[in-house]
């Protein structure tokens, strides 16, 4: 069982450039999320997917922030241009998209703005 | 107001107490309720899920007053190994799963 993959698990960038995450969730789990941390605001929900599909999009922050499923084993967590501010722990999770299941959380990107 | 708030802490307690978190959820729609732990510098992994009736596991005990819109975790004879950060999660219809800011726990030798 590979669980969730993250990639990078590190990535420090310039402000205003474009940052790209990448996240392959469990196979045969039909839901993805993203997840931001930070110590001042914990782990915000930034957007979902089932089946492939965005659901809620209301945690993205900015129009800066966007995301893809192009397929059942793959998203992206793209923000160009990158700022600052957006400096987190970004968090993938997946789950079979049942009601009361847990979500199985990928390793998480660290990602620097300077 | 945030969906689910908790108490941030620092719970800083000796080795064999026991200590309760709290936390309050806002949507009354929530369906689901879970306790997940956070180490340092790792991903959330569940706990536990809470039940209406009350659950337990080991010396972990989870309650949920529907009422109250009100969820706990005890955690009874703590150890070393406990010390993290545990996040209180709600779950929506719709998949949406909203987690607190996290209590951070400490248990000294």
């Known amino acids: 069982d590979a669980g969730v993959i993250q990639s990078p698990r590190h990535e420090v960038t310039e402000m205003g450039q474009e940052v790209t995450l990448r996240c392959k969730p469990i196979?045969?789990?039909?839901?993805l999320f993203w997840y931001r941390q930070t110590m001042m605001r914990g782990l915000e929900l930034l957007i979902y997917?089932?089946?492939?599909?965005?659901?809620?999009d209301s945690g993205m922050p900015e129009d800066r922030f966007s995301a893809k499923m192009p397929n059942a084993s793959f998203s992206t967590l793209k923000i160009q241009p990158s700022e600052p501010r957006d400096s987190a722990v970004y968090f993938c999770?997946?789950?079979?998209?049942?009601?009361?299941?847990?979500?199985?959380f990928g390793s998480g990107t660290q990602l620097s703005v300077l | 107001r945030k969906e689910v708030e908790q108490d941030p802490g620092p719970f800083n307690v000796p080795e064999g107490a026991t200590v309760a978190f709290n936390c309050t959820y806002s949507?009354?729609?929530?369906?689901?309720f879970f306790w997940y732990r956070q180490d340092c510098r790792k991903e959330p992994k569940l706990l536990m899920s809470?039940?209406?009736s009350g659950n337990e596991d080991g010396r972990f005990t989870a309650q949920l007053n529907r009422a109250s819109q009100y969820i706990s975790l005890l955690i009874r004879d703590s150890k070393l190994s406990d010390s993290a950060t545990y996040l209180c999660?709600?779950?929506?219809?719709?998949?949406?799963?909203?987690f607190g800011a996290g209590t951070r726990l400490f248990v000294k030798a």
């Open positions: 999770a997946s789950t079979l998209g049942l009601e009361g299941e847990k979500l199985f």
């Open positions: 999660v709600a779950h929506t219809g719709g998949f949406k799963t909203i």
């Open positions: 809470v039940y209406s």
């Open positions: 949507n009354s729609a929530s369906q689901s």
């Open positions: 997917f089932n089946n492939n599909v965005p659901i809620d």
């Open positions: 196979s045969g789990h039909n839901s």
